[in-house]
């Protein structure tokens, strides 16, 4: 049984993780942010090796996350997080037995994602392209955004798209998901039709601008310096198209994702197909959607209940 401390088996699990597993760099990190804080936590308690903990330090440990205002969320991933180390732990030899297991993450409120109507949705992307349209930054704001909500793809998926992911000839994009998975995610005319105009005419336009030794030539969204769009300016872009489209409703960098599932389910779309095109690996994670707004119940009732009327 190793008895080394918290840092080297730290170090050996979030190896374990990026190597073996292949998690995505930004989820190593967040994995090594989470247990950090929980090893330091320990620490201040006089703990120096996992096998010194037990259940109960586990179950206070989520208590004083409760107690520095954690949200339910916020709280569940770092549990989670906890319960992979100490899994790992066993398998390591670590600890003989993982002390976390029947520790479980407070329930979250089930909350809905803001979405939009499908008319806010094209009074969006209207508003996306200013001017006569011959301007190369208004193509790129109107093929990205045609793009992200013909696709659902996240605003990272987005701007790491490069040429060679979309095919304009079969309507279909490759996007590079969570943990580095790939999935095919077919597209529509109107979104065909604005990345065609964009790669054809705004792209050009873009790349010859850049500054610096290379511009980026393989992204797909460009900024004015020939560079890869970053998801900040993605933001930026969505919600200057909010102002011009003078929609109210507070919106999210993933409100067109959100709305891509809404309407393909309201659509008659079923939950499975949805949550691949998503690039859910849970269905757990997709079934959020299928929240029925107020109005659409109100409806369904009038047109359905034989007393209604």
Same mark, same amino acid.
């Given at each position: 049984m190793n008895n080394d401390g918290f840092d080297g088996l730290l170090e050996r699990f979030l190896a374990?993780?990026? %190597?073996?597993?292949?998690?995505?760099?930004?989820?190593?990190?967040?994995?090594?942010?989470?247990?950090?804080?929980?090893?330091?936590?320990?620490?201040?308690?006089?703990?120096?090796?996992l096998d010194e903990v037990s259940q109960r330090d586990v179950e206070d440990y989520v208590a004083a996350l409760d107690a520095g205002g954690e949200s339910a969320r916020s709280k569940a991933r770092r549990l989670a997080s906890v319960h992979e180390f100490h899994r790992y732990a066993v398998a390591d030899g670590t600890v003989p037995a993982d002390v976390s297991a029947a520790v479980k993450a407070p329930k979250? !409120?089930?909350?809905?994602?803001?979405?939009?109507?499908?008319?806010?949705?094209?009074?969006?992307? =209207?508003?996306?392209?200013?001017?006569?349209?011959?301007? !190369?930054?208004?193509? /790129?704001? /109107?093929?990205?955004?045609?793009? @992200?909500?013909?696709?659902?793809? /996240? %605003?990272?998926?987005?701007?790491?798209? =490069?040429?060679?992911?979309?095919?304009?000839?079969?309507?279909?994009?490759?996007?590079?998901g969570k943990g580095s998975k790939q999935r095919l995610v077919p597209f529509g005319s109107?979104?065909?039709?604005? @990345?065609?105009?964009?790669? =054809? @005419?705004?792209?050009p336009a873009l790349e010859r601008q850049g500054r610096g030794p290379v511009p980026e030539r393989r992204a797909v969204f460009l900024n004015k310096r020939g560079r890869r769009l970053s998801r900040q300016s993605v933001w930026e872009i969505i919600k200057a198209a909010c102002a011009r489209a003078h929609i109210t409703k507070s919106? #999210? !960098?993933?409100?067109?994702? #959100?709305?891509?599932?809404?309407?393909?389910?309201?659509?008659?779309?079923?939950?499975?197909?949805?949550?691949?095109?998503?690039?859910?690996?849970? %269905?757990?994670?997709?079934?959020?959607?299928?929240? %029925?707004?107020?109005?659409n119940l109100i409806e369904t009732y009038l047109t359905s209940h034989p007393r209604a009327r």
């Open positions: 374990h993780i990026d %190597v073996e597993r292949g998690l995505a760099k930004a989820t190593v990190k967040a994995y090594e942010s989470d247990l950090r804080r929980y090893t330091e936590w320990l620490e201040g308690r006089g703990m120096r090796r979250a !409120p089930a909350t809905l994602p803001d979405v939009l109507t499908i008319d806010e949705v094209s009074a969006l992307l =209207n508003a996306a392209g200013v001017g006569d349209g011959t301007d !190369p930054v208004s193509m /790129r704001d /109107r093929a990205l955004l045609e793009f @992200m909500y013909a696709t659902g793809a /996240r %605003v990272s998926e987005a701007v790491g798209a =490069n040429l060679d992911d979309v095919d304009l000839d079969e309507r279909v994009a490759r996007l590079m109107y979104a065909c039709e604005a @990345m065609r105009r964009y790669l =054809n @005419m705004g792209r919106l #999210h !960098p993933h409100t067109l994702r #959100h709305s891509f599932a809404t309407h393909l389910i309201q659509g008659g779309a079923d939950v499975r197909s949805v949550q691949e095109l998503l690039g859910h690996a849970s %269905v757990t994670t997709t079934q959020i959607y299928t929240h %029925v707004s107020p109005e």
